[in-house]
């Protein structure tokens, strides 16, 4: 299990659940979200992760060193609502063993 | 009255493969669907990226699929209602049931295939307090007739395709266009974003952006926005318009037929997958994406594959007590409603001497 990492979610009722997630199964964040059922189905990773619903726009929380936001993941967060400063998509964020320790908030469903 | 044999509310992919599945079976089908135009999710949110498990296709983008299902299909002169959602249901005593859409369009027929996705979608509503107050007394959020903005002072806001295209269309009609937009970069199509710089230039369309709409002034009806610019936080601006149309895309609702008295679990339809992808209520199915059971993928192809079962059962309620042997197209070829009919070439049987 050397290759699971830690991490914190935040769900959209404020409940936060401390997970493992994979590293080594070509998951992204929005994916572990859905893997852990920690949003209803139909309401996160609508688009199928293709940055093009914002459905699993998320709130980093921690210092965690990410992918730099590509244009695709800007574009869609220009469009979306509720969007802060720290504002990513799940879906553009693939889970990496320097992720240990990651925290994020899911944004309100919109 | 629309009557059918099959009604399918949904017309992505695996409506439009139910509607050729169908066919087979003689069975005619009519389609609902909330978006204008055939394809459900793969021409809506992603018409040019490929998908890569269609069997036989080892990559087909998604609009050219609905294109093939649409060409697939049409032999059997499927109907469509477009651009209306299906509201209610009401069974009727001979066993059919009558489907009003929002827009009042009534549709019977004794069975009922609900293919909706992930559901009908609606326009995703910026989130500016009052804004509920003022839809349809000035803010609109889809644009059916353009010519209802002629001498119009027009407000747009969004950065995607519909924002800049309907910004440039309506230079010319409304007596002002304005098009607010978050960041300076857009999202749509260079040509439209090069056209706005253009029609910018000329001063026939005024850009504010890095900015936000954030209030809307009206008492009944809608006289202006107030917007917010990126660099100058602090500050609100007033200006006046006639329509506040924001585009900000589609977003995927259940919608109506969550009350339909059907099961619903994780904003799924329970259906019977052991037999045939019927819901609790008879005569009601649910194939694709709309609907949840034990095992459930939600792919394209397993959308097919339970469109082809609940056509075989579907057959049976139509056809009471006849017996149905399946075929094989490439024994029994294709007979379209529209007259035409495919068959694979018959072999020669050379008598032997």
Redesign the interface.
Known sequence: MEQDINIKITDRDGVTHEVLAPTDMAMNLMEVVRSYELAPEGTIGICGGMAMCASCQCYVLSETELPEMQDDEEAMLSEAFNVKDNSRLGCQIQMTPAMEGLEVELAPES | MIKTDILIIGAGPTGLFAVFEAGLLKLKCHLIDALPQQGG?CSE??PK?PIYDIPAYPEILAGDLTHKLMEQCKQFEPGFTLGERAETIEKQEDGSFIVTTNKGTKHQAPVVAIAGG??SFEP?K??IHNIAAFEDKGVEYMIKEPEFYRDKKVVIA???DSALDWSIFLSDIASSVTLI???N?F?GHLDSVEKVQELKNEGKINLITPAEVVGILGDKKLKGIVVKKAEHIEKEIELECDHFIPL??L??K?GPIANWGLEIE???IKVNNALDYQTNIPGIYAIGDVN?YPGKLKLILCGFHEATLMCQSAYQIINPGKRYVLKYTTVAGVDGFDGTRKESPKAVVKKIE
């Open positions: 999710q949110l992603y990226k992930l559901g995703r910026p989130l969004g950065g995607g937009h978050r960041r970069e999202r900000f895309g977003s995927p259940l994780k904003n799924a949840t």
